[in-house]
């Protein structure tokens, strides 16, 4: 099975920007279907939007507008850009294969604060 690794998160201010790496350890067009998720402190795991592997791209409609889903795949990496950030959007960022069964990974810190 193909494993997703998360990368690229850190410490931003706000207003600042951040791009999130899922690389996958081997064809990521083999993955039907990708989402990135995030989980803030006390709070459920929230999905941000998803990726198939046509390319097909939709997003939860709360996060429309300053996320944007894109893919790289000669570099079997999808990414998650994030502008504007906002002390809200800390959290844990992961990104997961939606076939079932497939596991979470370790997902990528983001805290955003001055």
């Known amino acids: 099975q193909v494993q997703l690794v998360e990368s690229g998160g850190g410490l931003v201010q706000p207003g600042g920007s951040l791009r999130l790496s899922c690389t996958a350890s081997?064809?990521?067009?083999?993955?039907?279907?990708i989402a990135w998720y995030r989980q803030a402190p006390g709070k459920e795991r929230e999905l941000v939007g998803s990726?198939?592997?046509?390319?097909?791209?939709k997003y939860a409609d709360s996060m429309k507008g300053r996320f944007t889903i894109s893919r790289d795949g000669d570099k079997n990496t999808v990414y998650l850009q994030i502008n504007s950030l906002r002390p809200e959007d800390t959290a844990v960022y992961y990104c997961?294969?939606?076939?079932?069964?497939?596991?979470w990974g370790q997902g990528t810190q983001v805290t955003v604060s001055s």
């Open positions: 997961k294969d939606l076939s079932p069964d497939a596991p």
């Open positions: 081997g064809n990521i067009f083999s993955i039907s279907n």
């Open positions: 990726i198939k592997a046509g390319g097909f791209i």
